[in-house]
């Protein structure tokens, strides 16, 4: 049954509008292939930029291996000594006695100090790692880049 509001269409006239319908979306099809084209080669442009840049990084940290080395071993170096005065603080802020009954149940809490010490820690030897494997890899390298200087 077809409704009286709408009007009888020709079978011409369908087979026009099917053939728009498709013309349009053929050239939208194209138009979607030449956007993807355009954005590959785009991404593609973007990662050997980025990989040159990262190479050029690596080049630049490389030739300055003495330099990084030293500033590492510093940082290393102020790491612990906050760390061993931070310990030492606990030890001496440390709750004793019924203080520290009042801290293990909950009712006080803790000297900052004594919180702060393990975190302190953890940053000393993980800067010390950091600087143990810098240190490492300088002479690791001393031989090759004598051998490829001579």
Excluded: F
């Amino acid at each position: 049954m077809q409704d009286k509001n709408i009007p009888k269409q020709s079978e011409e006239s369908w087979q026009t509008h099917a053939k728009r319908i498709y013309g349009l979306a053929a050239s939208g099809l194209t138009r979607v292939q030449r956007t993807a084209e355009e954005l590959q080669r785009s991404a593609g442009e973007s990662m050997t930029e980025a990989s040159d840049k990262a190479c050029e990084l690596l080049r630049r940290a490389d030739a300055k291996t003495d330099e990084i080395t030293e500033q590492l071993d510093i940082a290393a170096k102020a790491t612990r000594v906050v760390a061993t005065v931070a310990a030492a603080g606990a030890v001496v802020a440390a709750p004793t006695g019924l203080t520290a009954l009042g801290v293990t149940v909950g009712l006080v809490s803790a000297p900052a100090i004594v919180t702060a010490a393990p975190v302190l820690l953890g940053v000393a030897a993980g800067a010390a790692s950091i600087s143990a494997g810098a240190s490492l890899y300088k002479k690791y390298r001393s031989p090759k880049v004598a051998k490829d200087e001579a």
